[in-house]
């Protein structure tokens, strides 16, 4: 299988179901029809979503509920802009509603959201979560960054791709990803914008070493990821060695994997201070 069909692969098998919100079946969809993702999710009333304990007015932030202690969020959701209060798997599956809206507004199409809500439907035999939909669309937007040689915008598409797995629970398949983008971070990923003309590549080439970076709130995350996961130094080392090991020499990173470990490692460390 070639790189891009793998890549197109996988994040294609049948979507998880095991951590998916049932989407309230009641909504009123308006607009374009993939907008039947986004739910009404929460309380509008000024109540806690746990235990239905009544506040005088409504909170306007995160808070333990002083009856039943649990924790509670304070959002707008994305269906109607209502303010509402939510558990932490609807502030969850609210963040995910709220990526696909930002997915429009950074220039995806309602076509192409319809076209992929639909199809995600007739194979699950149910309306799609706003992650299920996402991995998708994120999936196939990266392979095609990548074929443009567009590797600022794929390595986006994979840190989008990383957080929505966090998101569902999938947490090895997130770390993955984060150490992938560090990885091309630390190659300093270039958008080329489909020039495939040699000449303009070796001027302008599609990874630049010189603009090598690491993201802080990138390294924080995997950080916490790791800890999640309770892996060891030894076990993230592997980690890292079987994921640069599959992207370096397929994307022709020019830096090697021991240089990119040495900067990765120490900044890991850095991070827990
Ligand atoms: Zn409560």
């Avoid at 993939?34 to 306007?60: D, Y």
């Avoid at 209502?82 to 995806?108: F, I, N, S």
């Avoid at 990138?218 to 076990?235: A, Q």
């Avoid at 397929?250 to 994997?257: H, Y």
Wanted: hydrophobic share 40%.
């Amino acid at each position: 299988m070639s790189f891009f069909a793998k890549l197109k692969a996988t994040f294609s098998g049948t979507p998880a179901s095991g951590t998916a919100l049932t989407p309230a079946s009641a909504t009123v969809a308006r607009g374009p029809s993939w907008r039947i993702v986004l739910t009404a999710i929460g309380v509008t009333t000024p109540t806690c979503p746990h235990c239905g304990h009544a506040f005088e007015k409504m909170p306007q932030r995160k808070r333990a509920c002083p009856k039943c202690s649990a924790v509670f969020y304070s959002r707008k959701r994305s269906l109607d802009g209502a303010k509402v209060l939510l558990t932490e798997a609807h502030a969850r599956e609210g963040e995910a509603q709220d990526a696909l809206v930002t997915l429009t507004q950074e220039g995806v199409s309602d076509a192409d959201l319809d076209a992929l809500v639909h199809a995600l439907q007739g194979q699950l035999g149910r309306v799609p979560t706003a992650d299920e939909v996402l991995t998708q669309h994120l999936a196939r937007a990266a392979a095609a960054h990548a074929e443009a040689l567009n590797w600022g915008l794929y390595r986006n598409a994979r840190f989008n791709l990383a957080e929505s797995c966090a998101r569902r629970g999938q947490h090895e398949d997130a770390l993955r990803l984060l150490i992938e983008v560090s990885v091309l971070d630390l190659n300093g990923p270039r958008n080329c914008g489909g020039s495939k003309d040699p000449e303009l590549l070796r001027r302008f080439p599609p990874f630049d070493p010189k603009t090598a970076f690491l993201a802080p709130g990138i390294i924080n995350r995997t950080v916490e990821i790791i800890d999640l996961l309770k892996l060891s130094p030894d076990d993230t080392r592997r980690l890292f060695e079987s994921v640069a090991g599959s992207v370096g020499p397929t994307l022709r990173l020019p830096r090697s994997a021991t240089s990119v470990w040495r900067e990765l490692s120490k900044a890991l460390v850095d991070a827990r201070g």
